[in-house]
């Protein structure tokens, strides 16, 4: 708040009025009212008498803040949103650029007004533009010292959005550095940059990395939730969500293996015998595909560490050593055909 706002709001509170203010101070009614209307500042002998006739702070009474609370920041955005739409850019523009200097270390409040005037100067194609831009973009620079990750992340944003709206990639590129490497947002963007300077085969693979580890995320989110959902007993919830990963294997080229592998655990829970039967089938008929998504086209511009045969024949024999567990798999000891399975394939060998 100005000086004058805080004198009124204090003044208020102590149920004074101006004339009263103005006899304990020396001064006129009328200048205590220019003060409050901001129309004028007091004198800087006043201040300390003006203070303590209000029972407050000289910190508080100047609006002196070491950082401003969200709410406060809230309070901001919101009020410049509001002269956007009630005033001109310009009248706009000033008076966060004020707030600004008001409030000149307060990172989170000088990327937010920045971005909102940016976005609006865009959104409603503002007259002359272009003479806000480089004040818009050192308010976005300032915010990048910030010991905040988030604020560090959406200031390089902004301004990588901004140098690649003009087509300077090479420049949009710099700031793809203060974005964590495990940021897929980084990798993304990276991508982009790549399609955008003729780099055509490292956006290809970039992309596709992205769908890789996108699937594998999703997938862990899936079987994190199916495990929820055993444990609340809920069997349609988790059925559901099994098929939902075979769908999602299917979907992103993970090969059969992976696509049958899914229902094993609900099989297995439910004692469903035919179901575990059908899916311990596919699974070790299909174990000399488990990398078949490294010949996906899906994945063409990845390059996969190539699995040799002596790993494809113990993943095999593993898998033929569980399936025989005598406590996991007892409720499938009366089925010929399950016996037949897991003896028929124990001498298999894969080249």
């Not at 001064?27 to 008498?49: C, F, H, R, Y």
């Not at 707030?99 to 990327?111: F, G, M, R």
């Not at 604020?151 to 709206?165: E, K, P, T, W």
Request: proline content about 2%.
């Amino acid at each position: 708040m100005q000086i004058g706002e805080v004198i009124r709001e204090y003044r208020k509170r102590k149920n004074m009025t101006q004339e009263e203010i103005a006899n304990y101070l020396g001064v006129t009614a009328p200048a205590v009212n220019k003060w409050e209307n901001g129309n004028s500042q007091p004198d800087i002998m006043l201040l300390a008498p003006i203070a303590r006739l209000l029972n407050i702070t000289l910190d508080t009474l100047l609006s002196f803040e070491e950082e401003l609370t969200a709410e406060e920041i809230n309070s901001f955005v919101y009020e410049i949103d509001t002269k956007l739409k009630d005033e001109t850019y310009e009248e706009a523009f000033q008076w966060a650029k004020g707030k600004i200097e008001q409030y000149p270390n307060c990172e989170q409040l000088i990327w937010q007004m920045a971005l909102i005037l940016d976005g609006w100067r865009l959104a409603k194609e503002i007259p002359d533009s272009e003479k806000y831009e480089s004040y818009i973009n050192d308010c976005y620079v300032r915010a990048l010292d910030s010991e905040d990750e988030n604020i560090r992340n959406r200031a390089a944003d902004s301004l990588f959005g901004f140098y690649s709206r003009k087509e300077q990639y090479e420049k949009a590129e710099e700031y793809l550095n203060y974005f964590s490497i495990q940021n897929p947002e980084r990798k993304r963007k990276q991508a982009f940059i790549y399609s955008k300077t003729n780099r055509v085969n490292e956006a290809y693979k970039a992309y596709e990395e992205l769908l890789f580890s996108g699937y594998q995320m999703m997938n862990m989110v899936f079987q994190s939730i199916y495990t929820l959902a055993m444990q609340d007993k809920d069997r349609e919830k988790a059925y559901i969500l099994v098929e939902k990963q075979r769908e999602l294997a299917n979907i992103f080229e993970m090969g059969e293996y992976h696509e049958a592998s899914c229902r094993l655990d609900f099989a297995t829970a439910e004692k469903d015998v035919e179901a575990t039967i059908e899916t311990v089938e596919r699974m070790l008929a299909s174990t000399d595909k488990i990398c078949d998504f490294t010949k996906a086209d899906l994945y063409e511009h990845m390059e996969f560490k190539k699995l040799e045969g002596k790993f494809i024949t113990e993943l095999h024999n593993n898998l033929l050593t569980h399936f025989r567990g005598e406590e996991t798999y007892s409720y499938m000891k009366k089925s010929k055909r399950w016996q037949e399975l897991v003896s028929s394939n124990s001498n298999l060998l894969i080249d």
